[in-house]
């Protein structure tokens, strides 16, 4: 082995190899505060229950038509709300994955 060098690593240049990860560390922490920033929505019941979620996994707000709220099936409000939530955290999380997975291709999946 080359001095400071390691194989299959091309140069064996670790410095190198270290720029490089620091770089995508950094790209990574801004890409997690930019996810952080953005917001999802997603509606249930044919649009009587609307919620919005952050990118921080946090809900935001949600909306109710006063027509979805029946006294005698409060069940189907509550399945409509966890729906929309679960719809618009679901949107989150697909966005996230594939943001971070593009940073990640650049070293090989390191990260």
Known sequence: MARGGFPGIPGGNMQ???????????QMLQM???????????????GM????????RELLALSIDPQAVDPEDVELL?????????EALRQGEEAREREM????GGMGGMF
């Open 78 to 86: 509550q399945d409509m709300i966890l729906a929309a939530v679960n």
């Open 16 to 26: 190198q190899l270290m720029k490089q990860a620091q770089k995508m560390q950094q």
């Open 49 to 56: 229950v609307h919620a919005k979620v952050s990118g921080k």
């Open 32 to 46: 997690q505060e930019q996810l952080d920033e953005r917001t999802y929505e997603a509606t249930a019941g044919g």
């Open 101 to 104: 997975s593009r940073l990640g």
